[in-house]
T-cell receptor, first 112, second 113 residues
């Protein structure tokens, strides 16, 4: 695993969709994850996708993976104030065992 | 999902003392656990991989004599910060492997005075 990049900040209005983007450099990724961190708390696993998949949907969450461009996104539909948090993408790659490389984190702020 | 706990949730200690942090997988067994450190407004930095029944594997730049890791059972790993100094103040998070994913504990806030 090498660099995993995310934009630092995203602000949306309540009820709108949020799209958080992530780019990675290692082409041997096996799994890619999205975690949510609220202030002072640990990381909550939201969802993950295997690298041979293009899309995964789980209730309000949709993960899209473009393996050619090494781009991962998380879409949150009908964003609520409780979704305000920091979101980390992480990749697990062949040869890294079970280690994860984390992105820089995106702070999502949901405004009324 | 699987549950991982940490104890204590926060600790304040004097410089020079040692502090032990516990990480437990509550409803599953974990042969591998990880210890991370997180500075304010930053991402997680992997410190070491804790392997049940064997020595921990430390990341480059992490002092193994400073951060002692013991993984004595399939549900418990401990991190001991020895001779703590103010620069060791941080948020320490553990995780445990459960199937295809890592499940994280709630973190321990350490403040060294």
């Amino acid at each position: 695993g090498e660099d995993v990049e995310q934009s630092l900040f995203l602000s949306v209005r309540e009820g709108d969709s949020s799209v958080i983007n992530c780019t990675y450099t290692d082409s041997s990724s096996t799994y890619l994850y999205w975690y949510k961190q609220e202030p002072g708390a640990g990381l909550q696993l939201l969802t993950y996708i295997f690298s041979n998949m293009d899309m995964k949907q789980d209730q309000r969450l949709t993960v899209l993976l473009n393996k050619k461009d090494k781009h991962l996104s998380l879409r949150i539909a009908d964003t609520q104030t409780g979704d305000s948090a920091i979101y980390f993408c992480a990749e697990r790659w062949t040869g890294g065992g079970n280690k994860l490389t984390f992105g820089t984190g995106t702070q999502l702020k949901v405004e009324l | 999902g699987a549950v991982v706990s940490q104890h204590p949730s926060r600790v304040i200690c004097k410089s020079g003392t040692s502090v032990k942090i516990e990480c437990r997988s509550l409803d599953f067994q974990a042969t591998t656990m990880f210890w991370y450190r997180q500075f304010p407004k930053q991402s997680l930095m992997l410190m070491a991989t804790s392997n049940e029944g064997s020595k921990a594997t430390y990341e480059q730049g992490v002092e193994k004599d400073k951060f002692l890791i013991n993984h004595a059972s399939l549900t418990l790993s401990t991190l001991t910060v020895t001779s703590a100094h103010p620069e060791d103040s941080s948020f320490y998070i553990c995780s445990a492997i459960g199937g295809e994913t890592q499940y994280f504990g709630p973190g321990t806030r350490l403040l060294v005075l």
